[in-house]
């Protein structure tokens, strides 16, 4: 058979050849890609010309182009569509690529050339996005090791490689469990208690499986979370909740415990490499928060109220189910959501069935699409021309409103399948750069709904349309990124404010104004009645306790997991129940992310040691949308123009904590979190 043509080898932008790319294209793709970036990186380290910011820094921010495309290609697709073939060359290119970046990192004379320019740096001359890449550069290199010696250089390029293999294996392991298993709905028995479009959703996951069933629940968290939120057979809730939140802990072949001590304890020998404790010293020096006593602070301004309020909601959920005739004694984890829906439901007349039916994905994502354009005068077009990995995933050109001019391009993968990561994310497959190399950006968001039968609409839950609207603000802070150079664009921010765009955009979901023009029944098409979304607003507290509980105790786990030199040594699953008896976990809840299923922590180290940052942001994005309510107009044009100049835009062009006071004028004020979500004690 004639080997087929790598479209990988010509492709130097523009929309990615998914239809023509296959498996086996990457690893040939990859080593070119490679050896022609380190073909550019010693032509800059061996550069015979005294090092200036042009031929070193702006110079290595310009190289590996067409690596960039490749490798984006390639790890997006493995988390979004991926086969047994295409984890065969994950797992033989992970630890690959970590190489390669170290091979760039501890280049001595590549180092050299860059830290003579940090040295030097207040006499160059240079204006302050410059002088920002050239000190973001610098720290890049000291924390990849660049600045160790002899052997331990060495042995730092050896942890960082098989760290990658780990991260690939814990990864590929919770999905072969989330993929694996289902719950099989056989009869109208097991149907009990499930509203319309939970029924529709199993029916789907079950066509989609290829099971002879009523239908089936799977490990999608758009499934198993209605499923023990409406199913009244507590068997089958305990059933589905167990092995949810054991994926990635189960005896076997994909068994993530022992990775995860792997993986803590090369981390432990990273943090003594670098001369520090412990790996949580290393991770928060790069952080708005900088250490972990700031974090413990700020986690405790949480912690304490949030455990008060989940124990006040306990007591509702025990007097439910004696009203219901069930045993009120104890509330276990998998009765919480039941329990908790059908006191919502007494104490506001709302429950998700009632409400779905206007939240059609359809109306949503114009409606996501209708704010960006209203803040930050964008539009969005449907180019059906661009043919993606997947039937389903719809591919939109972002033009300037006013002018047409080009603003990128995003693709939206909405659609849960065994093939495809748990949970929701954005990434890119182009991120943008400026100046006379223009590039502009190609960005995805990911989520993982459950599709409803074919020629019907897919109904979102309310916590659904907050996720869409979540992973929107990524994907506009990738989209609307105007710097130079491509390692400060977009979402290459610190990562206690990566959050920030994200979790400000949810704020506009539920706005009156949003929700009038955009949520309509998907039958009749009729507007959200008044009383509904005053409903929907009255119950925006509701189980805030619990919400707040199951978060901020996977961020306390985790800041003490990798405070301990002595991790990689312990036993991990004793280590995590002691961490949360320790910190007083309530029996009825769990943490929201048990240890080996912990993407955050083990699929890479981007959120380790920093799973806080998503309080850390909500400090931000609570006190920022007051620049709007202040305003009286959640579209003031004042407060839009500078959150795109100072937030949207800026990259990492600006230090993060100068980037938000241009903006508000001011630090933050923790207590606008704290009233947003109901925690703020009286005075």
């Given at each position: ?117 940090f040295n030097k740096r207040a006499d160059l001359g240079l204006d302050a996005e410059s002088l920002r890449l050239l000190e973001r550069v610098h720290l890049d290199f000291t924390r990849a090791g ?387 979304m005053a409903k929907i607003h009255a119950a925006r507290r509701f189980n805030q306790g619990f919400e707040a509980v199951e978060y901020t105790s996977s961020a306390l786990v985790d800041l003490a ?57 909500e400090t931000l994005d609570a006190d920022a949308f007051g620049a709007f309510t202040e305003a009286n107009d959640v579209f003031d044009a004042a407060s839009a123009k500078a959150l795109l100049k ?38």
């Amino acid at each position: 058979m004639m080997p087929t043509i790598n479209p990988l080898m010509t492709y130097t932008g523009g929309f990615p050849p998914f239809v023509t790319t296959r498996s086996e294209h990457f690893g040939p793709a990859l080593e070119a890609s490679t050896a022609s970036h380190l073909a550019e990186i010693d032509a800059i380290a061996l550069n015979v010309e005294p090092p200036s910011f042009a031929n070193t820094v702006e110079a290595m921010d310009l190289a590996g182009e067409h690596l960039g495309l490749v490798s984006r290609m390639f790890s997006n697709l493995t988390l979004s569509e991926t086969s047994p073939e295409l984890q065969a060359v994950e797992r033989e290119w992970s630890p690959k690529l970590a190489a390669h970046d170290s091979r760039i990192y501890l280049n001595d004379a590549l180092f050299g050339r860059v830290d003579a320019l940090f040295n030097k740096r207040a006499d160059l001359g240079l204006d302050a996005e410059s002088l920002r890449l050239l000190e973001r550069v610098h720290l890049d290199f000291t924390r990849a090791g660049a600045k160790l010696v002899g052997a331990q250089k060495q042995r730092y390029g050896q942890i960082v490689e098989r760290l990658a293999a780990l991260y690939t294996e814990f990864s590929q392991n919770v999905l072969a469990d989330e993929s694996a298993w289902t719950l099989a709905l056989t009869s109208e028995a097991d149907l009990a208690g499930l509203p319309e479009f939970v029924r529709e959703g199993a029916t789907s996951a079950a066509k989609q499986r290829g099971v002879s069933a009523l239908g089936v629940i799977t490990l999608s968290r758009s499934l198993v979370v209605p499923f023990l939120t409406f199913s009244s057979r507590r068997d089958l809730r305990e059933h589905a909740y167990t092995a949810w939140v054991n994926r990635g802990g189960n005896a076997g072949a994909h068994n993530n415990w022992p990775i995860c001590q792997q993986i803590m304890a090369l981390r432990q020998e990273l943090a003594a490499l670098h001369g520090v404790a412990n790996f949580s010293i290393y991770q928060l020096a790069d952080t708005m928060a900088q250490t972990a006593e700031a974090v413990h602070e700020l986690l405790q301004k949480v912690w304490t109220p949030a455990k008060a309020l989940a124990a006040r909601e306990c007591e509702a959920l025990k007097g439910m189910a004696a009203s219901l005739g069930a045993d009120a004694s104890d509330i276990a984890p998998w009765d919480w959501r039941y329990y908790a829906e059908k006191v919502r439901v007494a104490r506001f007349a709302l429950d998700d069935a009632q409400v779905k039916p206007y939240f059609s994905l359809d109306r949503m994502t114009q409606a996501m699409f209708d704010v960006a354009g209203r803040l930050f005068g964008i539009e969005f077009r449907a180019n059906p021309i661009h043919e993606a990995y997947q039937a389903d995933v719809a591919a939109y050109d972002v033009v300037h409103t006013a002018t047409g001019e080009a603003v990128g391009t995003f693709l939206a993968d909405n659609f849960s399948r065994q093939t495809k990561r748990g949970g929701a994310w954005m990434s890119d497959y182009r991120s943008q750069r400026g100046g006379a190399t223009k590039v502009l950006p190609i960005i995805v968001n990911n989520n993982n709904f459950a599709q409803a039968p074919s020629g019907q609409a897919t109904l979102l839950s309310a916590d659904d349309v907050r996720t869409l609207f979540h992973e929107f603000g990524h994907g506009l802070h990738g989209l609307l990124s105007q710097v130079r150079y491509q390692r400060l664009a977009g979402t290459s921010v610190l990562r206690d404010f990566v959050e920030l765009p994200s979790q400000l955009f949810e704020h506009w979901a539920f706005t009156p104004e949003v929700l009038a023009k955009h949520a309509r029944h998907v039958d009749t098409g009729a507007e959200l009645p008044a009383e509904l979304m005053a409903k929907i607003h009255a119950a925006r507290r509701f189980n805030q306790g619990f919400e707040a509980v199951e978060y901020t105790s996977s961020a306390l786990v985790d800041l003490a997991l990798h405070q301990r030199a002595d991790a990689g040594s312990l036993d991990l699953a004793q280590f995590q129940a002691d961490a949360l008896a320790a910190i007083g976990m309530p029996n009825s809840i769990r943490m929201r992310h048990h240890l080996p299923h912990f993407g955050h922590l083990f699929s890479g180290d981007g959120y380790a040691s920093q799973y806080y940052v998503y309080l850390w942001a909500e400090t931000l994005d609570a006190d920022a949308f007051g620049a709007f309510t202040e305003a009286n107009d959640v579209f003031d044009a004042a407060s839009a123009k500078a959150l795109l100049k100072h937030i949207y835009s800026a990259g990492n062009s600006v230090e993060p904590g100068a980037a938000y006071r241009a903006f508000r004028g001011r630090n933050p004020d923790v207590n606008a979190m704290l009233r947003k979500k109901g925690l703020l004690t009286p005075a």
